[in-house]
């Protein structure tokens, strides 16, 4: 039975899950398309509004509305309306949308911290300055509250892994010693919410990142769909901590339609993985058996480890072709 069989609709990260910097990775449209289940795109990238990642959506063949999208930007200023009064002035570093966003929010978007703002919110900017960081300095240690879109250290592109929100915020909290409040995954609110926008029940949370869009979904209580086309691969997994696992681990998206058993950590293609003096042995195979099958085997002796392995050490020729993507 198809693991789709067992959920009721999809929560779909997109940075190295859906595309790579507004390129479709290949099978993720096919996949989507596929499923009959409905879907949420939730981004931790405050950088677009939603309308336009929707219109990026459908640019790649997906069937996408503004109402499907959820970036962390929203979540940024629903949070921060938590603690403001319409009309608040606050300072945004950000895109043009993100500003746009908390201006129709109701509050008042201001240039400089001489003008008071009750908030700083900071969202990924690849045009933030010097100057607009010490605005938002000067605002931070004027007493203005701090949140941020996510905290993600790296953002994933078609040209590797580049600056993320997380590594700029980093250059403010050095400056002030205040650390902000964080809107995006790995906190649940953006998932619970787009659950609830869907009216679903048994929602599967999909993603490339453990620290953001796993975390994330296991602190929401729902099933996570790891994939290994973005940030996170084979040796994190190895590696993660328990809040950090996945329920599912598949190669890509075009695995969505697996059975569930098949996508769980444990013993398959043939393999078998066992503890010595703390490596774990990976044993035969097949010449069917694919990087993926090894992978899972290896983890369910993995995670049952009081810390990671010291070794993966394969000990057949399909064991040994198997693992030597991992690195």
């Known amino acids: 039975m198809s693991l789709l069989a067992t959920h009721d609709a999809l929560l779909l990260d997109l940075d190295g899950t859906v595309w790579e910097g ?3 990775i290949p099978g993720a449209v096919e996949a989507v398309n596929a499923s009959p289940l409905p879907g949420v795109y939730i981004t931790n990238n405050a950088m677009r509004a939603p309308s336009e990642v929707a219109e990026k959506l459908r640019a790649i063949g997906l069937d996408a509305a503004e109402d499907d999208v959820v970036t962390s930007a929203q979540a940024a200023i629903e949070l921060a309306g938590e603690s403001l009064e319409p009309g608040d002035a606050v300072y945004v570093i950000g895109t043009p949308s993100f500003k746009e966003l908390a201006s129709r ?13 009750k908030a700083v919110l900071q969202g990924l900017d690849p045009e933030v300055t010097w100057a607009q960081l010490s605005e938002a300095a000067l605002a931070i240690r004027g007493g203005a509250a701090f949140f941020a ?15 993320g929100n997380g590594s700029m915020v980093a250059a403010l909290v050095s400056a002030t010693g205040v650390t902000p409040t964080s809107a995006g995954k790995p906190l649940p609110a953006m998932l619970i919410a ?40 084979h040796m994190a997994l190895l590696e993660a901590p328990k809040e950090q696992r996945p329920t599912y681990v598949a190669e890509s998206l075009a695995e969505l339609t697996s059975p569930a058993a098949s996508l769980t950590p444990g013993a398959q293609g043939g393999f078998t993985a066992r503890v010595d003096d703390g490596d774990i042995l990976l044993e035969r195979g097949s010449g069917a058996s694919t990087s993926v099958q ?34």
């Open 105 to 117: 929010a109701g509050y008042t978007v201001v240039d400089s911290a001489d003008e008071k703002p």
């Open 294 to 327: 090894a992978l899972r085997t290896v983890l369910e002796v993995a995670w049952a480890l009081p810390k990671p392995p010291a070794l993966i050490r394969p000990m057949s020729d399909d064991a040994y072709r198997a693992v030597e993507s991992w690195w």
């Open 194 to 233: 787009a659950a609830r926008r869907l009216g679903s029940r048994r929602p599967l949370v999909v993603g490339d990142r453990l620290d953001t869009d796993i975390e994330g979904g296991n602190a929401a209580g729902m099933p996570t769909f790891q994939v290994l086309t973005g940030v996170s691969g």
């Open 22 to 24: 507004g390129r479709a």
């Open 149 to 163: 879109s996510n905290l993600d250290t790296t953002l994933p592109t078609e040209r590797g892994l580049m600056v």
